[in-house]
């Protein structure tokens, strides 16, 4: 999978830059990593599927760029994710660009939702958000400035119905982008979260893309096209580039106009 068209932007300003994505292994953060890797920035990321992570480390090099590190690593473990970025920043350099990407939308009722099982979805899907964030941050500040850049879902927008942990903590993170963006703000450290609507990841095709899901999308999104990984990378690329300096606390919504 090679990365890269002369149609699509290069920023000068990644170059070099420590960039550290969460879920990185397959999926949106697999693109993530290749994009990020192939503007040069020295990348980690932390998954805890290790088969699928060493792959993609060593797919990434034959491509020519620099390996991204890779760092085993459960989210709902903030001790470990703590430990897990303190590392990245040791061996890449401090922290300057935080993609919040990891996630779980694994589909459930009301109706069957425990506690143990929300609280399990909470850990998952939106406190390593905050807490990689905290973590980040003072290596940001004493760069001078940084990106975060979390990860939300355009289902707290379209309220989809079976999954009410996972849209309930999408719709957090915004609330939570907005917060930090005021609070890191005079820090030079923007704030910002990307919406992604119903990306063709293997996951989803696998799972849950049936001719009903595909009626769906053709009713529901202005544009036709499928919604790729490789799309949610590129505005992500931009988010993180000097090109965004300006904003922060913002919705980028990338899905395909679904909503």
Not at 109 to 129: F, I, K, S
Not at 158 to 174: N, R, S
Request: charged residues 20%.
């Amino acid at each position: 999978m090679t990365i890269g068209s002369d149609n699509f932007a290069t920023y000068p300003s990644l170059k070099g830059k420590s960039v550290f994505i969460t879920g990185g292994g397959s999926g949106i953060g697999e693109s993530l990593v290749r994009h990020f890797s192939a503007q040069g920035s020295r990348v980690a990321f932390v998954d805890i599927a290790e088969e699928a992570s060493r792959q993609l480390v060593s797919s990434v090099a034959t491509e020519g760029c620099e390996p991204p590190l890779y760092l085993s690593c459960d989210l709902r473990d903030i001790e470990a994710l703590r430990a897990a970025i303190a590392s990245a920043a040791d061996q890449n350099g401090p922290i300057q660009i935080l993609c919040n990407n990891a996630g779980s939308d694994d589909r459930h009722q009301t109706e069957d939702v425990t506690v143990a099982y929300w609280d399990d979805r909470m850990a998952v899907n939106l406190r390593p958000q905050f807490f990689a964030a905290q973590a980040a941050r003072p290596y940001m500040k004493a760069q001078g400035g940084g990106s975060i850049i979390n990860f939300g879902s355009i289902t707290w927008m379209v309220g989809d119905p079976d999954c009410p942990a996972y849209v309930t903590a999408k719709a957090a993170i915004y609330g939570m982008t907005r917060a930090l963006a005021r609070e890191f703000g005079p820090e030079h450290i923007r704030v910002n979260c990307m919406v992604p609507g119903w990306v063709m990841t293997e996951r989803q095709m696998r799972l849950w893309l049936t001719p009903a899901g595909e009626r769906q999308i053709e009713e529901r999104q202005c544009l036709p096209s499928r919604l790729q990984p490789s799309d949610i990378a590129r505005m992500a690329l931009f988010l993180a580039a000097d090109d965004s300096a300006m904003c922060t606390s913002q919705q980028f919504i990338v899905d395909g106009g679904w909503v």
